[in-house]
């Protein structure tokens, strides 16, 4: 048994991992300050695995005192670092919270795992570095060039856990850079459930088809690609999961940097066929003004992760719609849904 502590553990991405990591029989220690998510996610994360979590501490790892507590509390071997702000457009507009948040919070928790001769990190990262680049698809050696300031933030934080480790040989650290994590636990008690009007693609699609929404805008029906939308590499937020797992236990020295991504690119309007075409539901969709910042396409080589692992994603296209689509109908208004409501699989 491991004690992982999972920063941002009660987010889209954080709780499917935790269920990922209770179910392979590690101890669960969770940050969060439920900014952008709900201590529901955590109480379905149990529900999900069967187990409870070890600890749940609620606050900002940029608290020192707090941190410190946690790494006192438990006997934790490595941490995933999730605890984030994640919005483009927000971090345009906050770019100096975006940069303290993220970038402060990273060297916090560098320092107190340090401290407390915890030495095994994995680094939430993702595309969004690589920035505005015609590569297709994109390894791990294109130079990063991020435009918005939270893609540079996760930049910087590379940077950051690369020179920790290169000073301090005993602390080993990879940072996973997802494409675009979509789907939920196939249970239907977990998945997406954005504060807000969602700005990503799948969960906006999700809140059209329940009908929270009367249609979704495609931005942009005039990119080089085959329909004219933009092509992007979805990714199962189970196979995100997994990966971060079997990081956990691929840690050994150094830093090193992994794409998360199947390889396969789906336009938006693709993604909207192949949702309507799985789920027998009809999504009003209208092609309008290119949203500024998207490039047209972005697909994952996912071949070092595969070369040095062996892992690859699992689930396909299919399977990604089924399980958004599963989770919405039986949480039409997300975490905020009796949760004895949700129960059943997917059909
Ligand atoms: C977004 C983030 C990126 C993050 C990634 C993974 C932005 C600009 N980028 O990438 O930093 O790493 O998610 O979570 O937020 N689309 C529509 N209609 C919508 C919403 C989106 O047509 O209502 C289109 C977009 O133009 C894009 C595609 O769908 O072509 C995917 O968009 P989105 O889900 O926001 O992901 P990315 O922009 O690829």
Redesign the pocket.
Same mark, same amino acid.
């Given at each position: 048994m491991t004690t992982v502590l999972v920063t941002g553990g009660a987010g889209f991405i954080g709780s499917h991992t935790c269920v990922e990591l209770l179910e392979h029989d590690y101890d669960v220690v969770v940050v969060d300050d439920f900014s952008n998510s709900s201590p529901q996610a955590l109480t379905r994360v149990e529900k999900a695995a069967g187990r409870p979590i070890a600890a749940l501490h609620e606050g900002d790892l940029r608290d020192g005192t707090l941190l410190k507590r946690v790494f006192e509390s438990h006997p934790i071997d490595a941490v995933i670092h999730f605890a984030a702000k994640?919005?483009?457009?927000e971090s345009v507009a906050l770019p100096l919270e975006y940069y303290d948040i993220n970038v402060s919070a990273t060297t916090s928790l560098l320092r107190t795992m340090l401290a407390h001769d915890v030495h095994r990190l994995v680094f939430s990262s993702?595309?969004?570095i690589y920035g505005q680049t015609e590569t297709v698809p994109l390894d791990e050696t294109e130079p990063p060039s991020p435009t918005n300031p939270?893609?540079r933030s996760k930049w910087f934080c590379e940077n950051i856990i690369a020179d920790a480790c290169l000073r301090y040989p005993e602390l080993t650290a990879v940072a996973l850079r997802?494409? %675009?994590?979509v789907g939920a636990h196939a249970s239907g008690l977990l998945g997406e459930d954005p504060r807000g009007v969602? %700005? %990503?693609?799948?969960p906006?699609m999700m809140q059209v088809a329940i009908g929270r929404r009367p249609e @979704?805008?495609?931005?942009?029906g005039d990119y080089p690609t085959e329909d004219g939308?933009?092509v992007?590499d979805y990714i199962h937020v189970m196979d995100v999961a997994d990966g971060h797992r079997v990081a956990l236990g691929r840690l050994s020295s150094g830093f090193d940097v992994f794409n998360l991504g199947t390889g396969i690119g789906t336009s938006?309007l693709g993604l909207v066929g192949a949702f309507e075409e799985a789920c027998d539901v009809t999504i009003p969709a209208r092609v309008v003004e290119r949203?500024a910042?998207?490039v047209p396409k @972005?697909i994952a080589d996912p071949g070092k992760v595969a070369g040095a692992w062996g892992w690859r994603a699992g689930h396909d296209l299919h399977a990604m719609v089924r399980d958004a689509w599963h989770f919405q109908r039986l949480n039409p208004d997300g975490y905020e849904t009796e949760l004895s409501l949700t129960s059943g699989s997917p059909s």
């Open positions: 994640k919005a483009v457009g993702s595309c969004s939270y893609a997802y494409f %675009n994590p969602p %700005n %990503n693609v799948m906006y @979704l805008q495609v931005f942009g939308t933009c992007r938006v949203r910042g998207d @972005l």
